[in-house]
């Protein structure tokens, strides 16, 4: 069964730093998309970056373009993303998500797009 737990959350002045993982079983990171997600209170769930699998390209949503960047270690099964300067509307409740098989992103991250979700980490960002 593919299964996907988050780690890393907490809370963080203005300006600090997170970095957010991802331990992914049941699905192999070297034919599966990744992508991150969150979501804040009353607010819908955004799209804030996916990885490919084949070339490792990854897009980012603007909001967080030159501050956050993904990766992954295949021998430890897990994907992370680094959050820097992190600022007070990145608090949120963060997902990572792998896309169905075979799927290949460009641009930002769909939510249709995946098939297998987290639990997800809480971000408060707060000073």
């Known amino acids: 069964q593919v299964q996907l737990v988050e780690s890393g959350g907490g809370s963080v002045q203005p300006g600090g730093s997170l970095r957010l993982s991802c331990v992914v079983s049941?699905?192999?990171?070297?034919?599966?998309?990744i992508g991150w997600f969150r979501q804040a209170p009353g607010k819908g769930r955004e799209g804030v970056s996916c990885t490919n699998s084949d070339d490792g390209s990854t897009y980012y949503d603007d909001s967080v373009k030159g501050r956050f960047s993904a990766s992954k270690d295949l021998g430890k099964k897990t994907v992370y993303l680094q959050m820097n300067d992190l600022k007070p509307e990145d608090a949120a409740n963060y997902f990572c998500a792998a896309a169905g098989s075979g799927y290949r992103c460009y641009g930002r991250p769909t939510e249709g797009a995946y098939d297998y979700w987290g639990q997800g980490t809480q971000v408060t960002v707060s000073s």
């Open positions: 049941g699905i192999s990171l070297d034919y599966y998309a």
